[in-house]
């Protein structure tokens, strides 16, 4: 029985598996299997994984497509480890990334981990600018980012980890999609599980491609935070407005430069400082001036896409829409 069992979800992706595999074969820690799962993908990728059977302890599985959250499920049940490792197949993992892990849990054992993200220097510049902004402490508090080990941390599927007793208690997602890693970390902190955040413990994240793609996950982002609050009271808290605050803030702000009133021009300075710190951040992250002049346009579109995507999912709670109701009676 393998230590660690890395379970990796697809859907279409084969060239993003193929390296995500490859990085997999570099791991100085050598005690684990992988566990990819295509989730009903009509572009499959079962030749590029198996091209890794002489290389790695490797299974493929095919289901009917039902969403990540039910695909990690499924993986979780065909591993054979006594720790399950997920990642998103777009990540790239760290050569020392598994015995980072297996030093934490030597030192402090936890039933679930989460770990930061970064970004590669292979990335293109757009990916690096979009890494910085949802890292940042200028922006979303930094956490993804910590350097810290955070103990109650409420790990994200991108990069997490749960022992097979987590499992076997909670039996996993409980949705397939919009919010099902924050929903499954709450539940198991609710049963009385440890976690942490292993801060050495981080993949490179590459995350969208291109700023549509990137804004609609933000819009994604949004409605999960209010799904989330369906199932867990207090989970929709005053902080998590204040992107609609910062949105609001901005688009009064355009209005009164435009009007030329002075109130307008001071706020829209105080706007520009702003940006300006958070590209001025992500200069020295990145080291590149193609990342930074992009960063405050993805900032705006970070803010705005969150905005847009938790007031559409509020009115929709408002009006007693759920989306969750075929998935729950599955579950």
Same mark, same amino acid.
């Given at each position: 029985?393998?230590?660690? +069992?890395?379970?990796?979800?697809?859907?279409?992706?084969?060239?993003?598996?193929?390296?995500?595999?490859?990085?997999?074969?570099?791991?100085?820690?050598?005690?684990?299997?992988?566990?990819?799962?295509?989730?009903?993908? =009509?572009?499959?990728?079962?030749?590029?994984?198996?091209?890794?059977?002489?290389?790695?302890?490797?299974?493929?599985?095919?289901?009917?497509? %039902?969403?990540?959250?039910?695909?990690?499920?499924?993986?979780?049940?065909?591993?054979?480890? &006594?720790?399950?490792?997920?990642?998103?197949?777009?990540?790239?993992?760290?050569?020392?990334?598994?015995?980072?892990?297996?030093?934490?849990?030597?030192?402090a054992w936890v039933d679930a981990f989460g770990g930061p993200d +970064?970004?590669?220097?292979?990335?293109?510049?757009?990916?690096?600018?979009?890494?910085?902004?949802?890292?940042?402490?200028?922006?979303?508090?930094?956490?993804?980012?910590?350097?810290?080990?955070?103990?109650?941390?409420?790990?994200?599927?991108?990069?997490?980890?749960?022992?097979?007793?987590?499992?076997?208690?909670?039996?996993?997602?409980?949705?397939?999609?919009?919010?099902?890693?924050? %929903?499954?970390?709450?539940?198991?902190?609710?049963?009385?599980?440890?976690?942490?955040?292993?801060?050495?413990?981080?993949?490179?994240?590459?995350?969208?491609?291109?700023?549509?793609?990137?804004?609609?996950?933000?819009?994604?982002?949004?409605?999960?935070?209010?799904?989330? +609050?369906?199932?867990?009271?207090?989970?929709?808290?005053?902080?998590?407005?204040?992107?609609?605050?910062? =949105?609001?803030?901005?688009?009064?702000?355009?209005?009164?430069?435009?009007?030329?009133?002075?109130?307008?021009?001071?706020?829209?300075?105080?706007?520009?400082?702003?940006?300006?710190?958070?590209?001025?951040?992500?200069?020295?992250?990145?080291? +590149?001036?193609?990342?930074?002049?992009?960063?405050?346009?993805?900032?705006?579109?970070?803010?705005?896409?969150?905005?847009?995507?938790?007031?559409? &999912?509020?009115?929709?709670?408002?009006?007693?829409?759920?989306?969750?109701?075929?998935?729950?009676?599955?579950?």
């Amino acid at each position: 029985m393998p230590k660690f +069992s890395i379970v990796v979800p697809v859907y279409n992706r084969p060239d993003e598996i193929t390296e995500l595999l490859e990085t997999l074969t570099q791991q100085t820690y050598k005690d684990f299997e992988v566990v990819v799962v295509e989730d009903g993908s =009509t572009i499959e990728c079962k030749e590029e994984v198996m091209s890794f059977a002489d290389r790695l302890d490797i299974k493929y599985y095919k289901k009917e497509n %039902e969403g990540q959250g039910f695909a990690r499920n499924f993986g979780y049940e065909k591993a054979s480890g &006594e720790y399950f490792i997920v990642f998103d197949s777009d990540c790239l993992i760290p050569e020392y990334y598994l015995q980072a892990v297996n030093n934490y849990l030597e030192e402090a054992w936890v039933d679930a981990f989460g770990g930061p993200d +970064s970004f590669h220097e292979s990335f293109t510049d757009l990916q690096k600018a979009i890494s910085h902004t949802m890292t940042s402490k200028l922006t979303t508090g930094g956490l993804r980012g910590g350097k810290k080990r955070v103990m109650g941390f409420h790990p994200r599927s991108f990069n997490m980890g749960i022992s097979r007793k987590v499992f076997e208690k909670t039996k996993g997602y409980r949705i397939p999609f919009m919010g099902e890693d924050m %929903e499954f970390s709450k539940r198991i902190i609710d049963s009385g599980f440890k976690t942490a955040l292993f801060p050495d413990a981080f993949v490179y994240h590459k995350r969208r491609t291109s700023l549509g793609k990137f804004s609609r996950q933000l819009k994604y982002f949004g409605r999960a935070r209010v799904n989330l +609050s369906r199932f867990h009271s207090g989970q929709l808290k005053l902080i998590h407005f204040l992107p609609i605050v910062f =949105t609001l803030g901005t688009l009064i702000t355009v209005l009164l430069a435009a009007l030329g009133l002075m109130l307008g021009y001071v706020a829209l300075g105080a706007l520009i400082i702003y940006l300006l710190a958070v590209a001025a951040g992500g200069l020295v992250r990145t080291k +590149s001036p193609g990342a930074a002049l992009l960063v405050p346009i993805v900032v705006l579109i970070q803010f705005f896409s969150y905005s847009s995507g938790l007031i559409y &999912e509020w009115i929709r709670k408002l009006r007693g829409i759920d989306p969750n109701t075929k998935y729950i009676e599955l579950y």
